[in-house]
């Protein structure tokens, strides 16, 4: 039983593996957070609250006279609202028929429902009956009719919980939200600390940890989609905390839209955290009756550092939000033509990139954008879903078979929310754009977007692409999205439901998804969003992997999915090997770094193979090869990070089997250095008692530590587990800029003694 109540209903404690949650309405039905953190028993923990009188901070009219010590300003609360007492920042603003903007919750009821709540046309966590359990916890507001339920999802092994909110008008009169948040959380104590992931275009995902000070702190989006700027997850955690050691709370929204996740330190040192659909774009009118759903967060807590806190994000998304065929089964390696032609290719050309790649074990052939409509490069034809036969010299039909007859899949590259000003179906269609009546709407890469919020578009995308594939063998699909969104308007909506646009087109892209997976679920989809623009769990669930960055070179790479490797499992995390010098940075790094650091990815391949030597083909045999071995390994394995990339000389990172026979370990010289001091790695998730075989490099032939290194053990003797975790290893030394070397280790019982 993970979910606990008390006697009278009113004391809610929520019990994972390693966790402890609780909740309680108080005499006033005021719903107070009272503990999330390290497991513990189901007492009351408010009563080791203390109250104060915190002066300018008021009181509720049933409490004024009798005791100035209760303000909902200082309570630590379950679920906020605005206007009425509690001047930190908010979960719930709405506007009444009166324009007024107060809102109280409170407590009215709960249930317990089995298995884990569904969210109708958003993305949520799913699990089997036996799995989880809900909670639903109904707050109203006794003069509108206003009621928030929250919703729990307790999945008790995965030390998860997830939080969702659905808000109902039960009054007559029109109540406007103008702020609408899926979650609050209060702690009564600590610092804190948090880690955002920023970036921009072709360098997402940087790691910040930054105290939280008195004041807000925030992240967010209003672009429209998640965004490559912030990322819709973070992690609070405390002062001390590292890989392995520490408290740490982390924050995954399911949600590929406009979010903000807000921090306050308050006045008595007091942290809250709010997270949810970013206000500045959204106002949502509920006549009587009527009902909205706010998006899912998933939480998780860790008393043993943020690796810990990581690895139970890899296992839920993979496991519990990703969701089809793809999900378990190996997907292909792939070969994508963008950085070998751009828009400079014919079929034939296309073809032979796809029969080269066969004979070096590559099994996806991916054509990218420029095959359709009269898309010579990014200025027009995007809306127009015809191939352009005249370019691949034969239909798609004949093209894709002809791919598929050298024994090669055959994947494209669609970006069906986008729309050129040079295309027929803007011609036909203006009114399908976004933007302003009576303004020209912003152009960015040279294109405008679609508005997925009208039905009409979403029907007809849905069409377009089901008649595109009909009769043809396509197996992968890329979803891309190459700008933000601006100039937000619907000619669907009337003026005052136009802040309703922002969510409802994330609601109409939710929608052609689930209808094209659910139509076509052979197909393996990837997104993107120009790079990680929407790398985020609300499109993991709708595709499992997601292209990660535009920037392909191998060593910004490392930072781009160091910085996703906290939030995000490596099988969602779309890679290639590309060229060198890299088209982005001009770096050249050696082919077996890129293999390495494709490998902790989805990995695939993006270049021209006619330019590489004899050499190089086989280096790519042996190292498709060597995922192909490891594969479950890799993409279902724990991760560790050991080293970061962000300080030192050298980016470790360690991928163990759960049982702990066997693990990868990846090192990348980041930084080379004349005379750098060794890197060691203290190996996590093995056997203490169990022995263990070093194995170098290539096919792993080699024993470890080999002739660069004038100590370790020598070839065919073991070492133990407990050895390793402990006194750990020594990654070689560099022998070219930007060395890489992968260390797999293999338990050999037949050798213990
Ligand atoms: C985006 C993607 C690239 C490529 C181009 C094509 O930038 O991230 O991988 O598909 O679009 O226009």
Known sequence: MAIIADDQGRIFTLQTKHSTYQMKADAQN??????????????????????????????????????????????????????????????????????????????????????????????????????????????????????AELYYGILEEMDVITRAVKITNHGRDDIVLKKAASMNLDWEYGDFQWLSFYGRHSMEMNLQRETIHHGIQAVGSVRGASSHQYNPFVIMCEKGANETMGSCYGFSFVYSGEFLIEAEKDQIDRTRLICGIHPDNFSWILQGGGTLWLPEVIMTYSGKGLGKLSRNFHKVLREHICRGKWKTMRRPILINNWEATYFNFTGEKLIDIAKQAKELGIELFVMDDGWFGNRQDDSSGLGDWFPNEKKLGCTLKEL????????MRFGIWLEPEGISEDSSLYRSHPDWVVGIPGRKPCLSRGQWVLDFSRKDVQDYIIKRISELFDGIPVSYVKWDCNRAIC??????????????????????????????????????????????????????????????????????????????SFGYPVSAMGTHVSTAPNHQTGRVVPLSTRGCVAMAGTFGYELDLSGLTLEEKGEIKEQIGRFKKHYDLIQRGDYYRITSPLEGTCTVWEIADPSGKEALVSAVYHHVQANPVPVRVKVQGLKDEAVYQLLLNEDFKETYPDRRLPYGFGPGEVISGAALRQFGFLVPEAVNGFQAWQIYIKECPELGS
């Not at 009215?108 to 809900?134: C, F, R, S």
């Not at 894709?400 to 024994?407: K, N, P, Q, S, V």
């Not at 309703?500 to 094209?516: D, I, K, M, N, S």
């Open 30 to 147: 005021v719903l107070l957070h009272t503990y999330y953190g390290e497991k513990t028993d189901n007492s009351d923990k408010s009563l080791l609250f203390c109250r104060a009188d915190r002066g300018f901070s008021g009181n509720p009219y049933e409490m004024g006279m009798r005791d100035r010590t209760y303000s909902l300003d200082s309570l630590p609360q379950e679920y906020s609202s605005f206007g009425t007492g509690d001047y930190r920042i908010t979960s719930l603003r709405v506007q009444n028929k009166d324009g007024s903007q107060g809102a109280e919750l409170r407590y009215t009821g709960y249930q317990v429902q089995e298995g884990k709540y569904a969210i109708p046309d958003l993305p949520a966590v799913y699990a089997a009956n036996e799995e989880a359990e809900t909670l639903v916890i109904r707050l109203a507001d006794p003069y509108s009719g206003l009621e």
């Open 400 to 407: 894709a078979e002809r791919i598929t007859a050298e024994g």
């Open 487 to 564: 100039d937000k308007f619907s000619g669907m909506l009337d003026g005052s439901r136009q802040g309703e646009f922002a969510h409802r087109y994330v609601l109409g892209l939710y929608r052609v998804l689930e209808e094209l997976t659910e139509k076509f679920p052979e197909i393996l989809f990837e997104g993107c969003g120009g790079g990680g623009g929407r790398f985020d769990a609300g499109m993991l669930y709708y595709m499992p992997q997601i292209w990660g960055s535009d920037t392909t070179d191998a060593v910004e790479r490392l930072s781009i999915q160091y910085g996703a």
